[in-house]
């Protein structure tokens, strides 16, 4: 290996490049003085060109196939070009030509290290580096000017270090290529990299900025591996087109448009990586799949734009942040979405809005203080799991138009709408508990919508608790209300089958209209009104249950039909209040109430095996009613029953003891009695005014005043009963105005009044 000198001014020395390649053997290495060399040269041989001080070529080069070359400290002028060949180029200079490439090379080799690539061509499609099936490896270089920098076609591209700026298109324009990229700066361009037709890239620790007209990086039918890096200043930052990209520890920031866009099957991976600041959405996909682990999304201003916005994609999210965005924080259509350990915070629009799909969130946190948090329409179905909505501006969940979804272990606090909000769709709730709700409208509302309830809580609602609306149907058990200030459960037009009830406080238990409902075990305490009001047709039946502390009736009915069984009514304003119903009542208890027990208008009773007790005025008011009783007792009230106005009453085994004013008065009406004992008032056992009396095998005993007071031309029939006046001179009944009482056929009087 010799050492051959190229120098004009060298005694000894080749005048010229192409002189010293003629006379250089294999492995010769020429040394280049400082000069411009205007020559053509063509590198037959392996030999390395070592310049000294400012060598330039202003000739093309020429690199022959199957050479192995070193160029080192020389600036090149124009053309270089290779085939089949490998050239080592060090501390080198490219100029650039105004029309061509600057190194066109196939099926080579180049290494290039410390090497600079300037140039202001402004032709179309000319690169500094136009290669095909080619292996190029760069090592601290820098591209500055040009239309690409980088055009590969079948390459293999490794880059550390490197920076590429002021392309006019792009700095990297990759076909079937593959890319490794570490430690390298690409800025100001229209677009950083594109690759097509199955290019390969990994880059890492790289910085890619101010890419304002277009997209950083460009995928179609290629795949990326992206690790470390931070984009910044772009239209856009990535589009995917039938492409893979996995993402990790990634900053994107700063963009006029979309940040992502993945379309056409694309699969888009990301873990640790942030998108911030962008105009428009953070991510946009297109039938693709979104995977993103330990993210952050925010601050996204572009108007009506979701951060996350996609149509017939996969998406899954886990624990990552999406907050502040000035519309919705994801808007997804026909899209399979998994959400779980996501916070969502301060979006100016719903926070997650779905249009047909499925939808799978859990252990989530919604805080939606300028909107709603959860939107799902057109038969989007799913599950809602874990998660905690702490505060809307607007509805927390609303689900719409034939949804199907289960809500389970949810927490739901302070929203301006509903909790959640049901309309025509199918809802399962389980363990659900709503608390602080202060807007005016239900907590829950439900409407046209099969539901299926177990546990739910609902406390301190300003508004109803929870509404049933327009032919809702369902079942609901294990339900807790406290400390609700209107209505807790309100039916309108609807059914329902409710099982272990707790009401505590509110202005009704219960507020049903037009419905069917079914109650097994309710606890119903301190409503302001009413425990429960039925009322227009509705139906009951209600099997165990306790009401107490109402101050108004334990409950009322309008016009509806009720089976009631093992219930008692205590310490309410009366106890139960009808008109216009029809009632079975048995087994139960009435007690204590501060006015009336029952107040019966224009109603048919039927009561087996109940108790009457210490109400304090009247324990059973019936006007135009029709009354069946059968084993009932009364005792300690003010009076025992009231019949007003053309009620008809049969009593068997009837029980009315210790009553402070008549035990029985009637009015216009009729009543007969069998087996009864009616006794130990401090007034008259019965007083009558134009009524019709009959009863057998009845006792009338202890009465302060008289057995019977009678008037207005009432009849008394008595057989084999048992008359027995307290004062033992009595004869035990007392009779105006052509009133008479006959026991077994005789009749029995008293001197009337005058």
Known sequence: MATLYVSRYKEGAYQSLLEALEHAEDNDCLEVSAGIYDEVLVLRKPVTIHGHGAVCIIGDLVVAP????????????????????????????????YTEHTILAQNSTINLTDCYFESSAKEANKAFLAVAQSTINLSKCQFNGKYYAIFAKECQLTIDHTLFKNQLKTHLYMEESQLTSTHSRFQQAVQAIVATKKTTLNISTSYFSEHTMGTQIELAQSSMILTNSQFQKAKQHLILIDSQASVSATLFTETTDTQITASQNSTFRAKHMELTYGEHHAILGQNSAIYLTECKIMEHKGKEKAQIQLNHCQLHIDNTAIYRGSHRAIFATQSELSISTTHFMTHRGVQLEAVGGNCKLTACEFQSELASAILLAEQVTGTINDCAFIIAAKNHITLAAKCDIDITHCRFDRCGGNAINVNNSAIRLQNIIVMGHPSNFPAIFLAQTQFKIDILQISNSNAIALQINDRSSGTAENLTFHNNMDINIDLLNSEAIFKNLTLYDGTYGIYANNSKLTINNIECENQKLDGIRCLE????????????????????????????????????????????????????????????????????FNLLDVL???????????TRSTLQLQQIHFNNGGTALALTNKVNATFNMVTCTDHLHPTITIDQSTLIGKKCFIAGGADYGVRGKSSQITFTDSTFKQHEKDEFYLEGDSEAVLTECEIAPKRANERGATLFDNSTVSLNGYMMYRKRSS
Do not use: P, R
Request: proline share 0%.
């Open 66 to 97: 199957n050479v192995k070359a070193t160029v080192q400290n020389l600036h090149f002028e124009n053309v270089l070009e290779m085939k089949e060949a490998t050239v080592h180029f060090e501390n080198c200079c490219f100029a650039g030509n």
């Open 612 to 622: 009457f007790s210490q109400n304090l005025a009247i324990q059973f008011d019936a």
């Open 537 to 604: 047709n509705g139906h009951l039946l209600l099997t165990q249950g306790k009401f107490s502390g109402a101050n108004q009736y334990g409950l009322a009915s309008e016009y509806c039909t009720l089976s009631l069984e093992h219930v008692n009514f205590i310490n309410n304003g009366s106890g139960i209040y009808t008109k216009g119903a029809t009632v079975t009542l048995n087994d139960s208890q009435i007690s204590k109430n501060k006015q009336h027990g029952i107040c019966a208008i224009s109603s048919s």
